[in-house]
């Protein structure tokens, strides 16, 4: 079957380094992607990750080992509009567009 | 720039009515579909279309239809609204390159 495992929630302090995990199985893999979601709003795109390593982006690096089925996102320097649910998806390759989430990481940036 | 655009952003309906969810975008993707959102459950794929005239079902399919009739417009039915339709939903597209989607504003659907 295909799942995409995340934790529910992590707490950091502010100007602190947080990573989410995620692992996935899919029916076929054609890229990984992270997502942060405010309370009440949608989505908004963060990374893509299609080949094994690390892309950086800001204070933002997501890794991607698709021989581990394995992502993280690191998100450094912590600010208190970080607190959000940031969202796990792989596309998988069964169709093309076709996404699996996970259930979301919330993230808690306290003082 | 709209990007994707999704209406109403709130409905309530009672047990037994039926509501079409609009969806349009402005950027000549392909590939469209719909999500809902429950608390602990993540993103549920509803429906998806990879093109004018193509359809296909997701996750979670039964109890709403979706047509494509042109590439900017991707309405979402409910046949007649259950209370377990309440949800948020969001729509999407994504262009050819496949490596960004974009997500509407959501819509929340209550049902009595």
């Known amino acids: 079957g295909q799942n995409i495992d995340q934790p529910t929630e992590m707490t950091a302090t502010e100007g602190a380094i947080v990573q989410i995990n995620c692992t996935y199985q899919?029916?076929?893999?054609?890229?990984l992607f992270w997502y942060q979601q405010h309370a009440g709003e949608a989505p908004t795109f963060l990374s893509y990750?299609?080949?094994?390593g690390l892309e950086e982006k800001g204070r933002f690096s997501s890794f991607l080992s698709r021989s581990k089925g394995y992502s993280y996102l690191l998100l450094k320097e912590l600010q208190m509009k970080d607190s959000a649910s940031y969202l796990c998806?792989?596309?998988?390759?069964?169709?093309?567009?076709?996404?699996?989430f996970g259930a979301g990481t919330q993230v808690v940036v306290t003082p | 720039n709209a990007g994707v655009t999704q209406t109403p952003k709130f409905q309530v309906l009672k047990t037994g009515q039926s509501m079409t969810l609009q969806c349009a975008q402005d950027?000549?993707?392909?590939?469209m579909s719909w999500y809902r959102q429950d608390p602990g459950m993540g993103l549920r794929l509803i429906h998806y279309s990879v093109g004018a005239g193509i359809t296909d079902q997701g996750e979670v399919p039964n109890g709403y239809n979706v047509s494509r009739s042109t590439t900017e417009d991707f309405p979402l039915r409910l046949l007649s609204a259950a209370p377990s339709q309440t949800s948020v939903y969001f729509c999407a597209s994504m262009g050819n390159k496949g490596n960004t989607i974009y997500f509407g504003e959501g819509s929340w659907l209550t049902v009595v």
């Open positions: 998806a792989a596309m998988t390759t069964d169709s093309w567009g076709k996404f699996q």
């Open positions: 950027m000549n993707h392909e590939y």
């Open positions: 990750n299609v080949l094994d």
């Open positions: 899919t029916s076929g893999f054609n890229g």
